[in-house]
């Protein structure tokens, strides 16, 4: 069976009018605390939208989630 590792179609509870924590929680909790699906989603949103404040923004916390990720993962190593 392929893992997928983008949800097309859920939600991230994502809102670029909402402030960095509240944007970052829920993006979060919308992936169980996966740091790295949650990098990759919000990338994902990056990447399709027009808007330039989305794309901004949701670059900037894909590459939070990303840095918490790999600092995490070299902690574990």
Do not use: I, Q
Request: glycine letters at 6%; hydrophobic letters at 35%; a positive charge.
């Amino acid at each position: 069976m392929v893992e997928r590792w983008f949800e097309a179609g859920k939600k991230l509870g994502w809102h670029k009018n909402d402030s960095e924590e509240v944007r970052r929680g829920n993006a979060l909790r919308s992936r169980d605390g996966n740091e790295l699906a949650t990098a990759r989603a919000l990338m994902a949103l990056a990447n399709v939208t027009k808007d330039n404040e989305t794309h901004r923004k949701a670059r900037a916390d894909a590459l939070y989630f990303y840095r918490l990720y790999s600092k995490r993962k070299r902690a574990r190593v």
